[in-house]
């Protein structure tokens, strides 16, 4: 596509696969390292938690003062507590792992605008398919992610693991520069302002449930499938594969979720997807370890990750404020409400088993398709 060719979209997207590939390594390390599920649960809730609920307060940061600092300074930010993470033992190096998520916080809600501005002014305002580019880049990086960590991990151990900050250094720099002119985000116009002002809460209650439970399936398979896979016996290099393919397709059904949200109504697109994730989502459930989950784990990572871009489109366009301060909300409220009933169903996986927290996940995506149709364009 033309605007791959870019430089401020092309270096966007590279930084978001680059902070996603580190966002995607976490479960894979703490499987390694030897964590149950309730502490990988735990623990990936406040790395979340550290990372969402501050995207509001960078995103308002961003408004004011430019995209260059916040979002080049969360790339490098991350690669620099990332290898202290790895560098240091024991809860220190735990410690420094969530201190890399401000990185993550500070890079989101910056980074979603610029896509958003790129699409307005070079795809004819196929904003929605700008935005799910730049996602599709960052869903890439949590399907390489996965695969490289199992692999270093098995091959090289975690002095293996410094290879990702290194690659990530020059991406940091290369963005600063692109951003050099630091523009200060566009602020809604009249019109914009007062359409928002319209929308009433009902709206926003609905996109908040529909965020959920997307946010609440995905973060159910990303982050405990690795543990699931190696409790029926499998290496790292194939329970960090399988943590991969699934956000791997979830980064295909972005891309294609966001073409067809730009050309019919979204809130169709975002029901049928959710319907569609049901039925891979539930196979999983019934059938163990099995070649067919190189198949169904990814369709389920695609239909879940259809819905995502067209999330932050509506929210972009409907909350008061600031563009950055818009995504910055939805993405952290996406963000931390997953890591919220991610914390839930660690603990019920513990109990009753990962399918039986795979059938609640059905129910979730089943509960959230028609509620869909009720999202206002």
Known sequence: MPIFLDPIFS?????????DTFNASRPVLLTYFGLSESQIALFST?????????QPIFGWISDRTGPR?????????MTVFYSLALTLPGNAGLACLIIAALGSSAFHPVGAVQAALR?????????????????????????AGPIITGLILTY???PGMYILPLVSIPIGLALMNQLRHNHPHPQPVK???SRRSRAGLVFIFILMIVATMQSWAQANMVNLI??????LGQSATVYGSMAGLFMGGSALGNMFGGYFADRFPKRFVASLALLFAAFPIYTVSQIGWSWWLYLLVPLAGAFTGAVHSIMVVLAQRIIPGGMALASGLILGFIFSSGALGLLYTGHLAELHGFPYVLTLTTGMVLFASPLALLLKE
Request: proline share 2%.
């Open 46 to 54: 406040i790395y979340i938690w550290a990372s969402a609920l501050t």
């Open 119 to 143: 699409g307005r002014e070079l795809m004819k305002g196929r904003e929605t398919t700008s935005t799910s580019l730049f996602f599709t880049a960052g869903q890439m990086g949590h399907f």
């Open 191 to 193: 019109t914009v302002i």
């Open 69 to 77: 600092w916040l979002s080049a300074g969360g790339v490098l930010w």
């Open 156 to 158: 090289l151990k975690i």
């Open 226 to 231: 690795p543990k699931y896979i190696k409790d």
């Open 11 to 19: 270096f966007i997207s590279l930084s978001h696969l680059m902070v």
